[in-house]
């Protein structure tokens, strides 16, 4: 089989064309002989690209999306200087063409680590400062910070999603009046103060809300779009010419016929529509433009022998700083917009991303100067997106990782026995369900310590030393125990602080919920009795909160026939779903008072008026946490 080959710069004869011997793939001595002809012809920013060995990785990727029933996907991996792209499966399910390497295609979240470089190079220029307040810069925005007066939240903070901010609302993600050339401001119109959760630089508590702040921070610095200047200012240097901030779509007026189509479950199509928040996850690219960028993070941070981004900068990327986990010793976290993430075997620096009908991720290592990029244009629910990462990974061929061997704590781990809640939770419309559902269970059996999330699996986190532990899956220490300055207990694992609780806390909202549930489904099972056999029920007062929990259902039909994007829009669905929330204690107090003014009590009615309290006091609940009325478009 031959070596499928692809130069990106044979489009630009500027830049020179150099197509790689079929022998590249497999002889050290052709390779030898290809990188020093890269150095010597191209110059350091210039790129060759070679294909991988078709009979290994490129059959492995393309088994590995037809076992997922995934799409297609674009990938690229660098070795020093060698820069390698391939493709595989279709670019659209509906016409079944083929993906190409050059296909350019969307990353989501990637776009964060780009505009934090677009930050970075402001920063090498004087014209920001990490540790400049962020409420000077963005004067047109409110924030609500109790810690303002000692700890404002600073542009570093907003690089490290530790600003104590909220991740985003459902109608800043999923909305289809976003329009792309909005002022990005819109995304905060009637929003009221920015609430800042947690003491800024403590915590990482990841925000797309934090991103879209920073592509404003850009604007007012450079007094231009975000958009128009990273596309110049960062991408033209760096030879991305494939790429771009700007928005691009698979259909109407920002067309671009290169951009493979997202897809859904059952190969649904769907374009890519315009965002509010979309600093944060707003980027098109190809496999060869993202190598280029991934090599120049591993670099020195000079362009032409010109500095461009101080490599103090380049190499802070992915070390996260500041927190209580990395004050505790705990690497794995964020840093300048990278992550430092251990997987498959290998602690690398990484960001993945997901967005309309893709799914991507980068990680790069840089003592070897290796790394790899890949996006599919596939986002499916239920799709194992980590196993493309490890083949990607273990073609690389990175050495083996050592793992952090157990090591006796200096801690107490019985003192970090009970229950935790997320402490902030990342979307903080939905602090109620992350507390009441999202929380997690300590137990020591010996040295190990038993982390017990309630919606997902059990870890053992093994001590190995200081207040760091490790999960069996993980080679560096993968949590830190911290004790605070005002004496909680918190466990982190550098992207989730979970924060001690009362048991009895727990239980309140507990009881609250399933008090809530029953009485629910009480009022259904008798206020169908009422109608079914109405000589058996002569108080029928009950059809009158039976009818306000049957009326949860009625935005139903409509939800099922609008697209998912317009969740976060005010539709009739939407606004169907916050009148019925809205009515449901007010069915409740009608029954209570016409059930209370009617005699006798017999024990049916006072089963419904203590179901009908029941769900009473869940509404009255959910109303202190914001969630009733239910107004998914706020």
């Known amino acids: 089989m031959a070596t499928r080959a692809t130069t990106l710069a044979a489009r630009r004869p500027s830049m020179g064309t150099m197509k790689a011997h079929p022998d590249v793939n497999t002889g050290t001595f052709h390779r030898l002989l290809h990188r020093m ?3 010597v012809l191209l110059g350091p920013v210039a790129t060759v690209v070679i294909a991988a060995e078709p009979a290994t990785l490129h059959g492995t990727m393309a088994n590995e ?30 016409s079944r063409a083929p993906m190409q390497p050059d296909d350019r295609v969307h990353v989501g979240s990637v776009a964060k680590t780009l505009l ?15 540790d400049a307040p962020v409420a000077p810069l963005l004067p047109q925005i409110e924030f609500d910070n109790p810690w303002a007066s000692t700890d404002p939240i600073r542009l570093r903070h907003l690089l490290d999603h530790t600003a104590g901010l909220d991740d985003a609302r459902l109608s800043q993600v999923f909305s289809l009046q976003a329009r792309a050339d909005a002022p990005l401001a819109d995304a905060f119109v009637g929003r009221g103060p920015l609430r800042v959760r947690s003491r800024p630089g403590t915590r990482h508590s990841y925000s797309n809300t934090g991103y879209t702040l920073l592509g404003m921070v850009i604007e007012s610095v450079t007094g231009t779009r975000y958009e128009r200047y990273l596309d110049r200012n960062l991408l ?49 690219t190809t496999a060869g433009d993202m190598g280029r960028f991934v090599r120049f993070l591993m ?20 070390e996260p700083t500041g927190t209580e986990a990395a004050a505790a010793g705990l690497r794995v976290g964020n840093g300048l917009g990278l992550f430092t993430r251990d997987r498959h075997g290998a602690v690398g620096k990484c960001h993945g991303g997901s967005t309309v009908g893709y799914r991507a991720m980068f990680c790069l290592f840089p003592q070897q100067r290796r790394a790899f990029f890949v996006s599919i244009n596939a986002d499916l629910e239920g799709a194992d997106y980590g196993r493309i990462d490890r083949h990607l990974i273990d073609a690389l061929q990175l050495p083996p990782a050592v793992e952090q061997p157990p090591t006796p704590t200096t ?19 939905f602090g109620w369900m992350d507390t009441t559902l999202n929380f997690v269970r300590m137990r020591r059996e010996g040295d190990v310590l038993r982390f017990t999330p309630f919606q997902s699996d059990e870890l053992l986190l093994r001590p190995v030393g200081g207040a760091l532990l490790r999960a069996p899956d993980r080679v560096i220490a993968s949590h830190a125990l911290i004790s605070t300055s005002d004496g909680e207990r918190v466990i982190s694992s550098g992207t989730q602080s979970y924060q001690r609780t009362s048991l009895s806390y727990l239980v309140m909202l507990w009881a609250s919920l399933a008090a809530g549930l029953l009485g629910t489904l009480w009022l259904l099972v008798s206020g169908a009795l009422a109608l079914l056999m109405p000589r058996r029920t002569p108080n029928r007062t009950v059809l009158i909160p039976f009818a306000g929990v049957l009326a949860l259902v009625l935005p139903l039909p409509f939800f099922l026939r609008q697209s998912f994007l317009q969740l976060g829009d005010l539709t009739i669905a939407s606004g169907l779903l916050a009148a019925v929330t809205a009515l449901l204690p007010l069915t409740m107090l009608a029954g209570l008072f016409l059930h209370l003014r009617r005699r006798p009590w017999p024990l049916r009615k006072r089963v419904d008026v203590v179901a009908m309290l029941a769900v009473l006091q ?17």
């Open 37 to 39: 002809a890269c150095a």
């Open 65 to 94: 999306l037809r076992a997922q029933s995934l799409q297609g996907a674009v990938w690229s991996t660098v070795s020093d200087d060698i820069i390698a792209i391939d493709a595989a499966g279709i670019r659209d399910a509906r």
């Open 116 to 130: 934090a470089t677009g930050v970075l190079r402001l920063v090498t220029q004087g014209r920001l400062s990490l």
């Open 236 to 284: 033209q240097p760096l030879q991305m010419h494939d790429s771009t901030f700007a928005f691009t779509t698979q259909a109407g007026p920002y067309a671009d016929a290169r951009l493979a189509m997202g897809h859904f479950e059952e190969r649904v199509t769907q374009a890519a529509v315009p965002s509010y928040v979309r600093p944060a996850g707003q980027f098109t």
């Open 299 to 318: 670099s020195d941070g000079r362009i032409g022998g010109a500095p461009f981004i101080d490599a103090a900068l380049l190499r802070a990327m992915g």
């Open 411 to 429: 801690v107490d781990t019985a003192d970090w026995e009970g229950i935790y809640i997320p402490a902030p939770n990342r979307f903080a419309s």
């Open 618 to 634: 869940w509404t009255v609940m959910l109303a202190a946490c914001g969630l009733l009325p239910l107004r998914l478009w706020a």
